[in-house]
């Protein structure tokens, strides 16, 4: 009886991790995108056409920004630092709700010359595996109330 106990308990316990990725709540009504230079998305991103169109319905004037058609072992989405702190919360709370389980975040400290502190890439193809933000610390940097200089300043 109590190994049973036991069983049910751990099973409800993974169960209940196994749903923390879509808990994350996107905020309803328009986005306010004028701080993002540019959006691109890897087309192999799961649900690619699903997550632009939801930009599209929030405000965003799509520009026919696909990239890719690779998959990869680790799905990142890469925000530059100088996108608006609560435009990049909305952006990857609407990746963690409608795209890949378990991806990561990279905020782009570096403009290498294209205007990267300022682009989004969705599906990124390569990124700094010791800079990726994911799990509990990326819902809980999606759903905090940072500062724009807290947001610039995050993981350096």
Known sequence: MKLRMILLV??????????????????????????????QINQAFPNAEKL?????????????????????????????????????QSIMAICLTFGADNIGLVIQHEDQGFGDRKRVYIGSLAFDIDKVIEGKELKDLVSAKLTQEQYQNYGQ
């Open 10 to 39: 751990c099973a409800a316990v993974v169960l209940s991790a196994s749903c923390v990725s879509k808990t994350i709540s996107v905020p309803q009504g328009p986005i306010e995108f004028s701080s993002v230079k540019r959006i």
């Open 52 to 88: 632009q169109q939801e930009l599209v319905n929030r405000g965003y004037i799509w520009g026919d920004d696909w990239f890719g058609l690779q998959e990869v072992i680790k799905w990142a989405v890469v925000i530059g630092a100088d996108v608006d702190v609560k435009t990049a």
